[in-house]
């Protein structure tokens, strides 16, 4: 099956630093990627679809200008979290999108888990 | 707008029971897709079915079945002699069809919080 890693897998750092979140499709080529954000016991809510060759798109009441996200190749995404604050503390998620039309399927790396303190 | 609904938030379960996780769902499209996913307790999010909305045929994987009923906007899983390591968060989602503004996007439920008991 399609396999999706992400890096790191964990990451503490201090406030007002910027952290980077890898996304990559290891066996196949995804055009469109997603970001996810997950707190505790609760659901996923969807950040920002990422395109591959052109600016993201993001979910209404998410900052661009806070979550940078980069597309740069057909296997690899980028979210930098800039000038992190503690309640930017989260469980992110990425998927990848693979498959034909009628058979797409998303897969989601492990997630990375940032604590800001 | 989407809508998926998990109304079940913990089930709790000893091994070698069955259990059904409930999923209903809302949409105005008529062509969308729908997911199982499970997330033990590592965070990673575990793929275990798609259905899309032009094929109701129930499907059956191992211990794991799912019964699509497009009439009652339901999409259940069950598990059939439960497991200890079928403990996790299950996640129902659904995706608009090709062609929509949304294509593509997951709208998740909430999650069911499976506990199987030895």
């Known amino acids: 099956g399609a396999v999706v890693s992400q890096h790191p897998s964990r990451v503490i750092c201090k406030s007002g630093t910027s952290v980077k979140i890898e996304c990559r499709s290891l066996d196949f080529q995804a055009t469109t990627m997603f970001w996810y954000r997950q707190f505790p016991k609760q659901s996923l809510m969807l950040m920002a679809t990422s395109n591959e060759g052109s600016k993201a798109t993001y979910e209404q009441g998410v900052e661009k200008d806070k979550f940078l996200i980069n597309h740069a190749s057909l296997t690899l995404s980028t979210l930098t979290v800039t000038s992190a604050h503690p309640e930017d503390s989260s469980f992110y998620i990425c998927?990848?999108?693979?498959?034909?039309?009628?058979?797409?399927?998303?897969?989601f790396g492990p997630g990375t888990r940032l604590l800001v303190l | 707008a989407q809508k998926v609904t998990q109304a079940q938030t913990e089930i709790s379960v000893v091994e070698k029971e069955d259990v059904t996780l409930d999923c209903v769902y809302e949409?105005?499209?008529?062509?969308?897709?729908l997911f199982w996913y499970k997330q033990p307790p590592s965070g990673e999010l575990v793929f275990l079915i798609r259905r899309n909305s032009f094929d109701e045929q129930n499907e059956i994987s191992g211990r794991y079945s799912w019964n699509f009923q497009k009439s009652t906007s339901s999409f259940n899983f069950t598990i059939t002699a439960s497991q200890v390591v079928d403990s996790a968060v299950y996640f129902c989602a659904l995706s608009e069809g090709a062609g929509g503004t949304s294509y593509g996007k997951l709208t998740f439920g909430q999650g069911t919080i499976l506990t199987v008991h030895p």
């Open positions: 998927s990848a999108r693979s498959g034909t039309r009628y058979s797409e399927t998303q897969y």
């Open positions: 949409t105005r499209d008529t062509t969308y897709y």
